[in-house]
């Protein structure tokens, strides 16, 4: 028995094990493997390779059971998932059904999962704004959370160093709160969003209208060449998974490049259920993997775990890693695992119209948007809420077919579609959300999942500091598009429950007092330093950026701070 | 009250009337009169012509396959309704079948019923009318001859001149 489990124990051991394949795990992945680690990558969805398991892609409208809808059965049966704007027919197979992973509402919250290599790299937005020293202040200056315990300077080199893999189309806009990065050439804003930013710029001098920058390719460097990627065609049909690698995934881009080094082995339907800890070198030994498929549990080693599980996940994860030194989760001596989780307030958006610029129109598509990053209480705070709001913009200009015609007039009307005499106007806000010790999530004492694993217990809403901001976003908007000719202004409220931002994060989060938090700097758990989490869980703040890229760069420079510290013999 | 109105046409079978549908439907695919009177409601809106219409590309299948899949019972029970509203008025009118009139007395009927048919009825003909606009904008007759789709139009122009 003993030589049997010594020989299972040399067989599954690793440099290094990196929980979860998405967009963070991904990056994990490669940075360690390319440092010359071995390194095993534990996905616990199925195995989804690059194009050829996009069995979407390249399908046709008609060439679709339902032309892209979904039934009324999936919608019935996933009240939760099917309220995520890029969940349909060409994309249904990247989520979780709501039947596959259960959780508990404490209070409403649309929890919105992928479990597949990748994760959901596939399927997101590709919105890449850098956050600035303005954002990683904030929590200082403001009073919230706590203090972070680093600064932009000491992301900066790394967001160079993802945006230059990743590919990122962007202007240089010199916005000291929206930093410059490594930008390929920025896609267009149209006629009437420039003519809308040249309106504010000269009306509103603490406000910017720029395009957004994306994680797209619009001219393809040598790296991503090597990658296999190229140039973003413009289908916008992200979410099926692009076979030209044009937008970054951890499928197209972290992992094959991983592969490559062969040091990296991918092990897909496997949900690890707990990071072992080893009580007498005082260190994380490994993980404890269920089978998806069969149930079975396997256990793996390695000098160094890296937990990149998506933010609720890894707080589930290490909160069900229980032993006599950590009776309440790994690494949580203060009790705090869990809590202070954020996301981003979208709870109002305006659309309306405008009658100029009919001249012209809109030619081709274009993946990305307009952004008006944050001018709410940026330099001191002056508004009766804490914090702010980026705004994503867009001006469109539709057109129409007069369908109540029957018959060859009806046909000729369809074939002949009129331009609409306006363009129409779009604006929806991204707003930061304070982190509490009251918005948390926990294990369910009682209720398991289909694998056995606790029922994760979300206890998360909004607050009246975000009801403060969304009011001033309403009336900022109302105001700036009035003065701009924008007429039949329509609020949208989303009276939806928090989740479907997507940007959830926290719970696990980094600061400088083992006390308050539960990371330090280089994302490794105060208590336990050979486990780094460096996924949306360590987020302190959430500032108004889209995450993704921030947690893309905290992950580089983990993980290869994480191979420095093996070096030196310090882990 | 419950009335049942039974009547021949061309050899096609009975069907029931408006009030006892309304006494409850069951889920599509209804029966074969109906699927017939819904592919002929087709035809009128999409007709064949000097380009094809919606029978030849296919247009019924779509529609029946949505019917099922992705309407609310509330829909189901509106396009059953207006089917039977058409052939009710059909018989009135004329003392035959909808599926059996001709093209003219087909579209007349259509027409009066999207103005003078109940709510419910009217709210199943707009079902209709606007799942067979999908099925045929959706087409690959209309995808490719008609306004060619774009899968990769590799373009962004965003103040591209109005001819």
């Known amino acids: 028995?003993?030589?049997?489990?010594?020989?299972?124990?040399?067989?599954?051991k690793y440099d290094a094990i990196v929980v979860g394949s998405g967009i963070s795990g991904g990056w994990a992945a490669k940075?360690?493997?390319?440092?010359?680690?071995?390194?095993?990558l534990i996905e616990r969805g199925r195995e989804v390779k690059h194009i050829e398991d996009y069995p979407t892609a390249n399908l046709f409208p008609w060439e679709m059971k339902h032309?892209?809808?979904?039934?009324?059965?999936?919608?019935?049966?996933?009240?939760?998932?099917?309220?995520?704007?890029?969940?349909?027919?060409?994309?249904?197979?990247?989520f979780v059904k709501d039947n596959e992973h259960p959780y508990v509402q404490e209070k409403p919250f649309s929890w919105i999962r992928a479990y597949q290599t990748g994760g959901k790299s596939l399927l997101w937005a590709r919105q890449v704004q850098r956050w600035s020293p303005f954002d990683f202040e904030g929590p200082a200056r403001d009073g919230y959370a706590v203090e972070w315990p680093i600064g932009y300077e000491d992301?900066?080199?790394?967001?160079?160093h993802v945006e230059k893999f990743a590919g990122?189309?962007?202007?240089?806009?010199?916005?000291?709160?929206?930093?410059?990065?490594?930008?390929?050439?920025?896609?267009?804003?149209?006629?009437?969003?420039?003519?809308?930013?040249?309106?504010v710029a000269q009306q509103y001098r603490d406000r910017q209208v720029i395009v957004a920058r994306c994680a797209h390719i619009t001219e393809a460097q040598p790296v991503h060449i090597a990658q296999g990627r190229a140039k973003c065609q413009h289908r916008t049909l992200c979410e099926r998974g692009c076979p030209l690698g044009g937008?970054?995934?951890?499928?197209?881009?972290?992992?094959?490049?991983?592969?490559?080094?062969?040091?990296?082995?991918?092990?897909?339907?496997?949900?690890v259920a707990e990071v072992l800890f080893d009580e007498k070198k005082n260190k994380a030994s490994g993980v404890r993997v269920i089978n998806t498929l069969t149930g079975e549990s396997t256990e793996y080693f390695a000098k160094i775990i890296f937990v990149n599980g998506a933010a609720l996940n890894s707080n589930l994860i290490l909160l069900n890693s229980t032993s006599n030194r950590f009776p309440n989760g790994l690494g949580n001596d203060n009790g705090l695992m869990g809590k202070y989780v954020a996301f981003h307030n979208y709870k109002s958006g305006i659309n309306a119209e405008y009658e100029g610029h009919l001249d012209v129109k809109t030619d081709g598509r274009r993946p990305t948007s307009g952004y008006i990053p944050r001018f709410r209480n940026l330099h001191k705070q002056e508004m009766d809420f804490l914090r702010g709001y980026?705004?994503?913009?867009?001006?469109?200009?539709?057109?129409?077919?007069?369908t109540n015609e029957f018959g060859e007039s009806l046909k000729n009307a369809l074939a002949n579609p009129k331009l609409n005499g306006h363009w129409n106007i779009g604006a929806g806000m991204m707003g930061e959300t304070i982190p509490k010790i009251t918005n948390f999530v926990a294990l369910d004492e009682k209720l398991k999942d289909l694998h056995g694993m606790p029922q994760l217990k979300i206890s998360v809403s909004y607050d009246d500091n975000d009801e403060k901001m969304t009011l001033d976003f309403i009336e900022q908007f109302s105001e700036m598009f009035t003065k701009a000719g924008f007429t039949n202004l329509k609020i949208r409220n989303v009276n939806h429950p928090p989740g479907l931002d997507i940007h959830e994060m926290g719970g696990i989060r980094m600061g400088k007092d083992p006390k308050t938090s539960l990371l330090n700097k280089w994302n490794q758990l105060h208590a336990c330093?050979?486990?780094f989490v460096t996924d949306g869980a360590c987020m302190t703040s959430t500032s108004t950026q889209n995450p993704s890229l921030t947690y893309m760069a905290l992950s580089a420079r983990a993980a290869n701070y994480a191979v420095e510290a093996l070096k030196k013999n310090i882990l | 009250m419950i009335r049942q109105m039974a009547i021949l046409t061309g050899g096609l079978p009975f069907f029931t009337s408006i009030l006892n549908a309304s006494v409850g439907v069951g889920a599509f695919p209804a029966p074969l009169i109906l699927t017939n009177t819904l592919d002929a409601v087709i035809d009128v809106i999409i007709p064949e012509g000097k380009t094809p219409g919606a029978l030849s590309l296919g247009v019924p299948d779509y529609v029946k396959i949505m019917l099922q899949d992705c309407v609310t019972k509330d829909q189901q029970n509106a396009v059953e309704m207006a089917l039977k509203y058409l052939e009710n008025q059909s018989i009135i009118a004329s003392g035959v079948s909808f599926v059996a009139s001709n093209a003219e007395q087909r579209t007349v009927l259509l027409k009066n019923a999207f103005i003078h048919g109940g709510n419910i009825e009217k709210d199943g003909l707009k079902v209709i009318k606007s799942l067979t606009i999908k099925g045929y904008q959706t087409s690959s007759h209309f995808m490719k001859q008609i306004i060619p789709y774009e899968m990769a139009p590799n373009r962004y122009n965003g103040c591209a001149p109005v001819n």
């Open chain 1, 390 to 402: 980026a705004t994503s913009f867009s001006a469109s200009r539709s057109s129409y077919t007069d």
């Open chain 1, 168 to 199: 990122i189309s962007g202007n240089k806009d010199g916005l000291p709160h929206l930093p410059d990065g490594e930008f390929l050439p920025a896609f267009p804003l149209n006629c009437v969003e420039k003519y809308f930013s040249e309106f």
């Open chain 1, 31 to 40: 940075e360690l493997t390319e440092k010359g680690l071995k390194t095993l």
């Open chain 1, 529 to 531: 330093q050979n486990v």
């Open chain 1, 247 to 271: 937008y970054f995934s951890s499928n197209a881009s972290t992992i094959p490049w991983a592969m490559k080094t062969g040091n990296l082995t991918l092990l897909s339907d496997a949900l």
């Open chain 1, 67 to 94: 032309r892209g809808q979904l039934p009324q059965q999936v919608i019935d049966e996933n009240p939760v998932v099917s309220k995520c704007y890029a969940f349909n027919e060409t994309s249904a197979h990247f």
């Open chain 1, 155 to 160: 992301l900066a080199p790394w967001y160079s």
């Open chain 1, 1 to 12: 028995m003993v030589n049997l489990n010594l020989k299972v124990a040399v067989k599954h």
